[in-house]
């Protein structure tokens, strides 16, 4: 079974920008969450959905938002990059909802704001 | 005080020794925990989780729980030079979905 895929997988952007970040799931997991590492903050959760709606999120701004589609595919956007915002981003996926269900990291889309 | 804190190592041990691992928790509705193992420049790989009080084993790693202390731990038997990284504790806290809170992370060296 495939893992967890993310594209892109590297990304350069200007402060000001705005950027969509793609995850596909495990096939038949429906519940995607993001996550932002950095070397000062280690991982943050961002956010998750199941069935296309969004269930929990973190302590981010705004400009951080993100939607799910009917095949559980995912996608993040970060309006108006700041240079903080450099990160690496992951995004996980498990098969529902319930606590003991395991979360499955892709290989994170590194994003390098200039 | 942060939700999941993790002792800050490094951690060395010489290879065939066994790493003890430690993770404390602050909120007591903390339902599941679950270890990572993350390389550099890898994302974070999961080696186990945990939900009820006591040990579980899974080849030559044991996580331990428990509640009353709030912490968990994860043993490494017979350490390797392969499994040197930085691992992870998350705990899934009650009440808000899939949201694990991580810690800072330990970063492990096993020397040979």
């Known amino acids: 079974k495939a893992g967890v895929t993310q594209t892109p997988r590297y990304l350069i952007k200007t402060r000001g920008q705005q950027v969509t970040l793609s995850c596909s799931p495990i096939?038949?997991?429906?519940?995607v969450s993001w996550y932002q590492q950095t070397p000062g903050q280690g991982l943050q959760f961002l956010f998750e959905?199941?069935?296309?709606?969004?269930?929990n999120k973190g302590n981010f701004p705004g400009r951080f938002s993100g939607r799910q589609f009917s095949n559980s595919r995912s996608e993040m956007n970060v309006s108006t990059l700041e240079l903080g915002d450099s990160a690496l981003y992951l995004c996980?996926?498990?098969?529902?909802?319930?606590?003991?269900?395991?979360?499955?990291f892709g290989p994170g889309t590194r994003l390098t704001v200039l | 005080q942060k939700e999941v804190e993790q002792n800050s190592g490094p951690l060395s041990v010489p290879e065939g020794a066994i790493a003890s691992l430690n993770c404390t928790y602050s909120?007591?509705?903390?339902?599941?925990f679950f270890w990572y193992r993350q390389y550099s420049g890898k994302s974070p790989e999961l080696i186990m989780f945990?939900?009820?009080?006591g040990d579980k084993e899974d080849g030559r790693f044991t996580a331990q729980l428990n509640k009353a202390s709030q912490y968990v731990s994860l043993l490494i038997r017979d350490s390797q030079p392969s499994d040197s990284a930085t691992y992870l504790c998350?705990?899934?806290?009650?009440?808000?979905?899939?949201?694990?809170?991580f810690g800072q992370g330990t970063e492990l060296s096993v020397k040979p």
């Open positions: 096939s038949g997991h429906r519940s």
């Open positions: 945990i939900y009820s009080n």
């Open positions: 996980a996926s498990r098969p529902g909802l319930a606590d003991y269900n395991e979360q499955f």
């Open positions: 959905y199941f069935s296309e709606t969004q269930r």
């Open positions: 909120d007591r509705g903390s339902q599941s």
């Open positions: 998350a705990g899934l806290m009650d009440n808000q979905g899939g949201k694990l809170i």
